[in-house]
């Protein structure tokens, strides 16, 4: 949600030819665009769009002002209504509440911003040993540190003191809200509260009118745990809507004409130092709806370079979807043999980085060149699965004139005999069956963004496991009956996740959804403590996930009593559902070449696929005898 100021700021930031073709038809004009003026009988475009300088002007009748002003004698609506008109048509959502001046929410944005000066000040004044070690061991400027506004939580409670500072007829007031907020929290030793962040770089996160509305921090001593930890949602804190560091890169974003999206604070600041300062990194592996709109509306030049780990390609395969259906053809930027921007700068530098971003390819032809092998199958079925797993890829495009070239494209890559007309029926018939029935898919399937992050989850340089994922293996409907008994067991047991098998059964989970919580669940079970761990699954059933993954997350934490099994008992369990997990991918195979059998074309094709069919009958025969 945002206020009717920060939708009016989001409106200032873009382009008012974009606005005004929401209203009006415009046409492009050299630099600047152009228009029928509808303010008087006009019959020549006289009407002229200036992007740089965000203006209209009728030559003829004088009409003339920014794109507020346009929509309000258009519509003919009072200014604030013509802001809630064009946030509407921008995707921003306005909470009527905030800007009808709210008391508690106003306390809040003071606090955060009380807390945030208060950080910057321990680390500039004080200098503490490890803050200063930090900035040296990851290189950071002080021109860095000055924009991001970097600090340092000392362990003297220093929030609480400022905050008892307070006169009293607010203090009340800013406790309770800097609790909600998690700054503080009550004393396990009797009355009173402590300061949440102690002994932590800390990182103010701004919304895009550079507001703090919560905080990112990295632990410093040897022994804490754990080594992230941020703000949770709350009435300031929407992360699904802010995206970090935009209030320092949106001037840059217009003036280049391209924004970069990376997933880490420290690659943010990474590549501003370096002179990339038009890139923004998202709250967690994710961007939601308003900001796919919200930087659609800025540029049409996205470079994804998020992590170059699996975890790092499925969150920008979900977002190159969303950018895909937005009619935007977002690039990729490869960062290898480095995994991320902020090491690769500081491996090979500005000008190597500059280079891999003028030669980017489309992240559409990223994917699509992964799915097909370096050598070529000889089998026609086995071709014909390729271009199926590409057909998924091109979905979010839809029929258009792009997607038919790249379906050509690949199947005569593949060496595929039919006609292109043919092939452009057959991907045709493909997305009229996606609207009527659900279809495994490969990995690259396009995904609505999902937060990410619980409360403790990090957003600072998070780094996902680097665990193998299977193209083949990812589904995004129905959760199997193995899967569901899984990821029971795991969440009430969570101890079994650091068994050796766990690798080879993370590569057999067919479900998305399944799958990221058994790698959430990894990543945080040694950070944390084990006490802490009932709470890391509450924060998890707030975010938005589907329904029958929060009624398993509810069951196994009534089912949790936090006694550990035997490491024998352990292997047993997971040795049964690593089986049961070959079973149902078996019988998922076998029914989809039931389906594939319907629709064969020759008696020779059936009969291959029914021989498909019986192989995997004699493998889950087997199976069951072991």
């Given at each position: 949600m945002a206020s009717i100021e920060e939708a009016k700021d989001i409106i200032k930031n873009t382009s008012i030819s974009t606005i005004i073709s929401f209203y009006h038809p415009i046409t492009k004009k050299g630099a600047n665009f152009e228009a029928i003026c509808p303010f008087h009988g006009d019959s020549h475009p006289s009407l002229k769009i200036n992007d740089s300088k965000g203006i209209y002007k009728c030559f003829a009748c004088g009409a003339a002002g920014d794109s507020i002003k346009f929509v309000q004698d258009k519509l003919n609506l009072d200014f604030i209504e013509a802001i809630k008109d064009i946030a509407?048509?921008?995707?921003?959502?306005?909470?009527?509440?905030?800007?009808?001046?709210?008391?508690?929410?106003?306390?809040?944005?003071?606090?955060?911003?009380?807390?945030?000066?208060?950080?910057?000040k321990v680390a500039s004044e004080h200098h503490p040993e490890h803050f200063m070690e930090f900035l040296k061991k990851r290189n950071l400027t002080q021109e860095s540190v000055d924009d991001f506004q970097i600090g340092y939580a000392p362990s003297n409670n220093a929030l609480m003191h400022y905050l008892g500072s307070i006169p009293d007829k607010e203090k009340e007031m800013a406790m309770a809200v800097a609790k909600e907020l998690g700054l503080i929290r009550d004393s396990k030793r009797g009355q009173g509260h402590y300061d949440f962040y102690r002994?932590?770089?800390?990182?103010?996160?701004?919304?895009?009118?550079?507001?703090?509305?919560?905080?990112?921090?990295?632990?410093?001593?040897?022994?804490?745990?754990?080594?992230?930890?941020?703000?949770?949602?709350?009435?300031?804190?929407?992360?699904?809507?802010?995206?970090?560091?935009?209030?320092?890169?949106?001037?840059?974003?217009?003036d280049k004409d391209a924004v970069i999206v990376v997933e880490g604070n420290m690659d943010v600041i990474s590549l501003h130092q370096f002179g990339f300062k038009n890139s923004v990194a998202t709250q967690g592996v994710a961007l939601s709806q308003s900001s796919v709109r919200l930087?659609?509306?800025?540029t049409e030049n996205i470079y994804l370079g998020m992590d170059s780990d699996n975890a790092g390609i499925i969150a920008m395969t979900r977002i190159n979807s969303d950018f895909l259906s937005a009619g935007i053809i977002p690039k990729y930027i490869d960062y290898s043999p480095s995994k991320?921007?902020?090491?690769?700068?500081?491996?090979?530098?500005?000008?190597?980085?500059?280079?891999?971003?003028?030669?980017?390819?489309?992240?559409?032809?990223?994917?699509?060149?992964?799915?097909?092998?370096?050598?070529?199958?000889?089998?026609?079925?086995?071709?014909?699965?390729?271009?199926?797993?590409?057909?998924?890829?091109?979905?979010?495009?839809?029929?258009?004139?792009?997607?038919?070239?790249?379906?050509?494209?690949?199947?005569?890559s593949l060496g595929l005999r039919s006609s292109d007309e043919d092939i452009i029926n057959e991907f045709k018939s493909f997305l009229a069956q996606q609207k009527q029935n659900?279809?495994?898919?490969?990995?690259?399937?396009?995904?609505?963004?999902?937060p990410e992050m619980a409360v403790n989850e990090p957003i600072?340089?998070?780094?996902?496991?680097?665990?193998?994922?299977?193209?083949?293996?990812?589904?995004?409907n129905l959760i199997t009956k193995a899967e569901r008994i899984l990821l029971e067991t795991l969440l009430s047991h969570p101890e079994c996740v650091l068994a050796q098998q766990m690798t080879e059964i993370l590569d057999k989970i067919q479900h998305f959804e399944v799958k990221r919580i058994v790698q959430w669940l990894r990543k945080i079970y040694l950070e944390?403590?084990?006490?802490?761990?009932?709470?890391?699954?509450?924060?998890?059933?707030?975010?938005?996930?589907?329904?029958?993954?929060?009624?398993?997350?509810?069951?196994s934490l009534f089912n949790y009593r936090g006694h550990k099994l035997d490491q024998k008992v352990i292997e047993k369990m997971l040795g049964d559902l690593n089986k049961k997990l070959d079973e149902?991918?078996?019988?998922?195979?076998?029914?989809?070449?039931?389906?594939?059998?319907?629709?064969?074309?020759?008696?020779?094709?059936?009969?291959?696929i029914l021989n498909e069919i019986q192989q995997i009958e004699s493998k889950l025969l087997a199976l069951r005898n072991k």
């Open positions: 509407k048509n921008l995707g921003i959502d306005i909470e009527e509440k905030k800007f009808n001046k709210n008391p508690k929410y106003e306390m809040g944005l003071r606090v955060l911003q009380a807390a945030s000066k208060l950080y910057r002994d932590r770089i800390m990182f103010p996160v701004w919304d895009h009118t550079a507001k703090v509305r919560g905080f990112s921090s990295r632990a410093v001593l040897p022994n804490q745990k754990p080594k992230y930890l941020n703000s949770g949602e709350s009435f300031i804190f929407d992360k699904g809507n802010i995206l970090y560091g935009f209030n320092l890169a949106k001037s840059h974003i217009r930087l659609s509306n800025m991320d921007p902020d090491e690769f700068l500081n491996q090979f530098g500005r000008l190597e980085l500059q280079k891999r971003i003028e030669e980017a390819p489309t992240f559409l032809d990223f994917l699509i060149q992964k799915e097909i092998p370096e050598s070529i199958p000889a089998s026609t079925d086995q071709k014909l699965r390729i271009l199926e797993k590409v057909f998924h890829i091109l979905k979010p495009l839809g029929a258009g004139l792009l997607a038919n070239e790249k379906v050509i494209q690949v199947a005569k659900s279809f495994p898919k490969s990995s690259y399937t396009s995904q609505k963004p999902q600072l340089e998070e780094k996902a496991p680097d665990i193998a994922i299977d193209s083949s293996q990812i589904r995004t944390i403590d084990e006490s802490e761990y009932p709470l890391f699954v509450q924060e998890k059933m707030k975010e938005t996930l589907p329904d029958e993954i929060k009624k398993i997350l509810a069951s149902s991918q078996l019988k998922n195979e076998r029914d989809e070449l039931r389906k594939k059998q319907l629709h064969a074309l020759s008696d020779e094709e059936g009969l291959a």
